[in-house]
Each structure stands twice: as C-alpha cells, then as structure tokens.
C-alpha cells in the first residue's frame, strides 16, 4: 500500500489446506484464499506475510473432495434459508468454475440437484482495500423457490463478535419497539459467552463451555465485527425497512459452539421464479489490532475510528 491507497490486486493459483486447486487473492494488507475443488468456499482471510486465519477450518475436512455426508469444510460460505434438513445440507464435493479479471473472482458451482438451486460468489476488490462480497442464487428449478441468502462466515476459536444495539429512545417520547431477536431451544439467555450490553452485544467463543447458543437480531445498524487473532473484522449488509426477513425478521445472526464462531447475515426471504436469481451483498473489512476491551465505553472508543470508515452496499445488489 502506497500514500494509503491499495495496490493492485495479486493473484495466483497454488494449494492450500489440502487442497490442490486454490485461488489466492491480495489487496490491500488482506490475503483471501478460496478453493475451486469444492464449494464454493473462501477458506482463509487473514493479515499478508503468513499471519493467521481468522477463518475456522476443519482439521478432518481439509483435502477432502468426495463423500456420502455434508462436510463444513470451514471458511465462508453461502446457504439459502429458512434452515432445513436435508435441503440446506446438500453436499458441494463437485468442482467450481472461477473467472479473475484483474480486479473480481467469480467462484460458481454446480446447479445442486437437490434443490435446483446455483450458488455463485463474487469477490470485488474495492478502491479502499475492502472486498464487495456478492452472493447469488439462481433458481435453475422448474417451479418458484421461496428463500432467502444466507451468507455464513465461521470464525476461528478464541475470537469475539460485536453487534451494535439500536440507538437509546427514551419512553414515552418513543413508543416503537427497536428490533426483533429470535432464540432457538437450545439458546440460554445466561450462557457465559454472551455479554448483553447497553451498547453491545458481545458473544466470545469457549471452549470450556461445552453447549450450542444461536441468536438472530434484526440488525438496522447493518455491522457486525468480530476480532479474531490480532485482527478486526467487519462485514457490513444490507437493511431494508419492511422487507420480510427469516426466523421472525433476522438479517444477522451468531452461532457459537465450541472451536468456532459464526457470524451470519442473510438478505430478504424472495419468491425466486426459475432462471431468475436473488443477490445478497456484504462488504469485508480488516484490520491489524493488538488488543479490544471488553468495558463498552472504551469498546465504542476503540471501534469508532474503523467504524467511520466502513462501506455499506446498497440494498440488494444487481
């Protein structure tokens, strides 16, 4: 990076994890490696010159490329929601296709047979060294599907996410509720992981807690960070204003168990017509940072400089 201005992005074809046929993207002071053998996947973010994956990755999926079960292989990848057994489980052992023209990777896989649905990611590598990450499905079917995007990201072990609460109105000035949460059965609102702050909600993976947790927020603020080895993540997504949402209106999401933390933002649930396609966009950003308090005043001190800086993509993408 030169005068704070990105070079040109660099690309190259190598192994990684495993994994004979990967692409490997960087921008900025950011390193993304995506495999074409499965997916498609986006198995590492991290910092350049060797600094560790924020992305969790499976030690016994690594390499793999066949088998009769679905594999989480770890990384980021794309779903379509609501969640359901066996239709969200597909598996995705088949190889991808991918075009580099110097600035975008497209990653596509296969119509799953399943589901008659096609997934496709597209990274864009943005002028300020973030990455515009767009997410397809295509309806290749012979009926509408409705669905939404569902856009997961699993974090690796140790890491902590940060979700803003709504903006404070006080009553009776203010009557109109915040936002929506959803819990799932297995969530307890006293887990240990989760601090439920008045600024932030803040859930760290543990691994000597030996339990699920999942909540979904409607999220207006449209951020979601998580800090993970020395690094600030933020993925920004969209909110649109009386849009129908999954999972009683959830745009954001947070899954943790442990060894790893997903952080999950999904587009508006859409009657997909066949051959007609719905995007879900979000846009990464990352940062190099030692250390993140957990007091929220010195949290929201520590987060302003980056937050003022974030890019925000516009609704749902074309």
Known sequence: MKDGTPTRPRFHTGEF???????????????????????PRILRCGLLQNAPNIFKTFDDDLGVTSGEEYRLFGGHRLWHSPEAWPRSYSPDFAPVEYHWDEQELHLEQRVEPDTGIRKSITIDCMADGSFRVRHRLRNEGLWPVR???????????GCRAIVPQEEFRPHP??????????????????DPRVNWGAQFI?????PGVNRKFKVGLGNRQRWAACWSNGCLFIKTFAFEPGAEYPDGGCNLELFTMPGFLELESLGPLTTVAPQDTVVHDEIWHLWPLAELPHDEDALADALAPYLSRLQFPDGRGQ
Not at 17 to 38: K, M, R
Not at 149 to 154: G, N, R, Y
């Open 17 to 39: 994890a495993g994994w004979p046929n990967c692409v490997f993207i960087q921008h900025g002071e950011t390193e993304l490696v995506a495999t074409t053998d499965v997916g």
């Open 173 to 190: 000035e203010h009557l109109d509720p915040a936002r929506t949460m959803t819990l799932w059965h297995y969530t307890r609102m006293d």
């Open 202 to 206: 803040q859930v760290t993976e543990n």
């Open 147 to 157: 669905l939404a995007a569902w856009s997961m990201t699993l974090m690796a072990g």
